[in-house]
C-alpha cells in the first residue's frame, strides 16, 4: 500500500522560497501522477501542480509560475518550490497521488507552512 | 474555467437520516472526470467516489454518487457518526484540477 510523508520547514520569511518534499514507499515515482495540493486554514483545496514520468509537469496557472515539482528517483521523493511567497501562501500543503489523470487516490497527512516574518 | 459550486454550505442532520450533497459545475464535463472526497478535522482527504459513481476502495455502500452534466450529487444513506465531516467534489479539464468549496455535514 502506498503511503506518502510530507516534510518541509513550517514556517518560511515573507518573499522566500517555500521548500517542501514528499517521501513515497510502496510505490515507484517513476510510475503514475505525483501532485502537490494545498489548503489554507478554513478553506478549501487548491491544486498546486503534478509532476509525470519525473520530467514531465504540468502547473496551476493561478500561481503566475511561482511553484516547481521535481523529482529524485534515487530517493523515490518529489518536491515543491514555491518562489516570493505571502501570507496567501500559509496553508496546508499535501502530496497526493493520482493512477491516471483524474483523481487524488492516496495523500500524505499534511503539512503546515506558515508565511510569516 | 470550469467552476464547481457544491450546496448546501452547511447541512444538518441526525445519524441514521439520508444526505443529498450537490455539486454543480459551470459548464457541462464528463462525468469521468468527477470525484468526491470526504474530509474530517485534521485528516487529509480521502477519496469515496471517482468517475462521479464508482465507489473508491473500501468505501461503505452507503457512499453513492450520480449526476451527468452540470449536475452531480453525492448520497449518503443512513448516516453513520463517522460520516460527519466535510465534502469535496472535484473535477479535471483544460488541463487543471479544481475543487468545489465543500458542504460541512454536521450532527443536528
Known amino acids: 500500500q502506498v503511503q506518502l510523508q510530507e516534510s518541509g520547514p513550517g514556517l518560511v520569511k515573507p518573499s522566500e522560497t517555500l521548500s517542501l518534499t514528499c517521501t513515497v ?8 501522477y505525483w501532485s502537490w495540493i494545498r489548503q489554507p486554514p478554513g478553506k478549501g483545496l487548491e491544486w498546486i501542480g503534478y509532476l509525470y514520468n519525473t520530467g514531465s509537469n504540468n502547473y496551476n496557472p493561478s500561481l503566475k509560475s511561482r511553484a516547481t515539482i521535481s523529482g529524485d528517483t534515487s530517493k523515490n521523493q518529489f518536491s515543491l518550490k514555491l518562489t516570493s511567497v505571502t501570507a496567501a501562501d500559509t496553508a ?10 483524474l483523481y487524488f487516490d492516496s495523500w500524505g497527512q499534511g503539512t503546515l507552512v506558515t508565511v510569516s516574518s | 474555467d470550469i467552476v464547481l459550486t457544491q450546496s448546501p454550505g ?3 442532520l441526525s445519524p441514521g437520516e439520508r444526505a443529498t450533497l450537490s455539486c454543480r459545475a459551470s459548464q457541462s464535463v464528463s ?50 457518526p463517522e460520516d460527519f465531516a466535510v465534502y469535496f467534489c472535484q473535477h479535471y479539464g483544460y488541463s487543471r484540477f479544481t475543487f468545489g468549496q465543500g458542504t460541512k455535514l454536521e450532527i443536528k
Do not use: H
Open chain 2, 10 to 12: 452547511t447541512l444538518s
Open chain 1, 25 to 32: 514507499s510502496g510505490d515507484s515515482i517513476t510510475t503514475f
Open chain 1, 92 to 101: 496546508v500543503y499535501y502530496c497526493a497521488r493520482m493512477k491516471w489523470l
Open chain 2, 31 to 80: 462525468s469521468s472526470y468527477l470525484a468526491w472526497y470526504q474530509q474530517t478535522p485534521g485528516q487529509a482527504p480521502r477519496l469515496l467516489i471517482y468517475g462521479a459513481s464508482n465507489r473508491a476502495t473500501g468505501i461503505p455502500d452507503r457512499f453513492s454518487g450520480s449526476g451527468s452534466g452540470t449536475d452531480f450529487t453525492l448520497t449518503i444513506t443512513r448516516l453513520e
